[in-house]
């Protein structure tokens, strides 16, 4: 599982004012929490609870430092209120590590989450241990304009459901809705929780407003509509260990690893031995990630961007082993290294149909998916699914995947009346019939390469011979988008180990690796 700075601290500590006063952000008042102390909240004489912190504070904006410690208690932040929250410290607030000081938060009443906030106006959470809910393990609501939700180097583990439930509201972190909402998730490890319907590990945007405007009845790309706006603000998922959290609702559970539903920026994560577990048969979808933008058939969209993951021994015998896009979250895939996942699609693109798709070429409730330079080998399931939507796919390897149901790398599954899948792209090592794919030109399988990448066995997914008869290179990059977005997509400008592309040869090579 090799992506760089991946986890807790693998991007370092901010200090907050917490060790250097200069560096406390501007207008912020500062209180300190020690274990066991009684004090009224200064660093020589802190605080013993954080709750005693954030009753302090009120609605004045704090920094409430935390050194390292046990902490039984449910943290409820209030309403609308700017809170920085700083774990990992040392007993005498001069030094700064989470791995080393664990400020562990563990819920006191486990019916409760163990940190709420609802509506905050500016929320960091940075260096916690959170554990111990049956609920969530962090939740903040979010439904006024401009809030910003940032949660770093948190270790947030065995919160949530364990058994089959029809509950939607357990599991790791949840941070729900809002149109304008901006956030940051980043170098949080987050392990063994159990969700229910929606993400098990991480839920983002669940109730997210209108983030964009699609026309779905344009004549661009073949006829397949047109995204004429996007809001300017993401979630930005990014190195995180998201690892063995599993899903329990009893119906079709979605998004084990993560389950995001507005406009999203995820990379360079870990998503590992995510499953969709459910009473027992791992029947689910996105057991990875998924990305649901359901609006009801309102046209709106959201740009989901799935850049320089490792997805590795997720599972779900339903479809979306590794990233599901869904109902109008348009993807742009590109970069990961998807390998080792259980069930039919490792990348899965599917629509928001139902019975019909209706409308000019079935446009209304298609989505669309474009897929780059992705290496996606050796899972159990057919590397890509399509189903009442458009994926353009180029320049990625597909190789040693298996599924006894599918026909070489693609399912091709049969949706709605009207909703047609159109699966094009170019310059693929992939697996399949040319009659059946007419659109998909210039590729090739190679199934009968004993060596195309260096070893399955050791994880080593470079290409062995970059000049075997596969060619699996090209001078130039070019691609044609699924759909046209307000922003033009650009070509992935480095590789996942960060490398430039294109290589010191002007050479781009297919998969995910450009060396």
Not at 144 to 151: K, V
Not at 224 to 253: C, M, Q, W
Not at 271 to 278: E, I, L, P, Q
Request: overall charge negative.
């Amino acid at each position: 599982m090799k992506v760089a700075n991946a986890g807790i601290g693998g991007n370092g500590y901010l200090d907050y004012g917490c060790i250097n006063d200069a560096t406390r952000p501007a207008g912020y008042s500062i209180l300190f929490v020690r274990e066991g102390a009684t004090g009224t909240g200064t660093k020589a004489n802190p605080y013993g609870t954080i709750s005693q912190a954030i009753a302090a504070a009120g609605s004045t904006r704090m920094v409430v430092c935390v050194a390292g410690g046990n902490y039984h208690e449910n943290v409820d932040l209030g309403m609308q209120r700017n809170h920085v929250l700083v774990g990992g410290l040392n007993s005498v607030f001069t030094a700064r590590n989470a791995l080393t000081w664990r400020s562990t938060v563990t819920a006191a009443d486990a019916n409760q989450h163990v940190i709420h906030a609802e509506a905050p106006a500016a929320l960091t959470i940075d260096g916690f241990v959170v554990t111990g809910s049956n609920n969530r393990g962090i939740n903040a609501t979010a439904w006024d304009a401009g809030e910003h939700i940032t949660l770093r180097n948190n270790h947030v583990h065995h919160n949530g459901c364990t058994t089959p439930t029809a509950r939607t509201d357990c599991g790791g972190v949840d941070v729900e809705g809002g149109r304008t909402v901006a956030v940051e998730i980043a170098n949080n490890l987050i392990e063994e929780n159990g969700g229910g319907h929606h993400g098990g590990g991480i839920n983002i945007g669940g109730n997210t407003e209108s983030t964009g405007t699609l026309d779905p009845t344009t004549g661009a790309n073949d006829g397949f509509g047109t995204v004429l706006t996007l809001t300017g603000l993401v979630a930005n998922v990014h190195h995180n260990i998201i690892r063995n959290n599993r899903l329990y609702e009893e119906s079709l559970p979605h998004g084990a690893g993560l389950a995001i539903g507005m406009n999203g920026d995820v990379h360079h994560n870990v998503f590992f031995g995510n499953d969709t577990v459910s009473d027992g048969d791992h029947y689910g979808v996105g057991a990875g990630l998924i990305g649901q933008h359901d609006r009801g058939g309102s046209a709106s969209v959201a740009l989901l961007i799935v850049r320089d993951n490792w997805f590795e021994a997720n599972r779900t015998t339903k479809y979306g082993s590794a990233i599901f896009l869904d109902q109008y979250s348009v993807g742009y895939v590109y970069n990961n290294v998807v390998v080792r996942n259980f069930g039919t699609g490792a990348i899965l693109v599917d629509g928001n149909c139902g019975d019909t798709c209706t409308g000019p070429n079935g446009n209304n409730g298609r989505n669309f998916v474009t897929i780059l330079n992705n290496t996606v080998v050796d899972n159990d399931g057919a590397g890509l699914a399509v189903q009442d939507s458009t994926a353009h796919v180029y320049f990625n390897i597909f190789w040693r995947n298996r599924d006894s149901d599918v026909n070489g790398d693609i399912a091709d599954v049969g949706g709605s009346p009207g909703a047609d899948n159109r699966i094009r792209g170019a310059h693929n090592i992939i697996n399949i019939n040319p009659a059946a794919f007419p659109l998909m030109t210039d590729s090739v399988s190679g199934e009968g390469v004993p060596d195309l990448l260096r070893s399955l066995a050791s994880q080593n997914y470079h290409l062995t011979d970059v000049t075997n008869a596969l060619h699996p290179y090209q001078f130039d990059q070019q691609f044609v988008p699924a759909i046209v977005l307000p922003t033009p997509l650009q070509p992935p400008t480095d590789d996942f180990d960060g490398l430039p592309r294109p290589d010191g040869a002007g050479r781009y090579l297919y998969g995910a690796y450009g060396r």
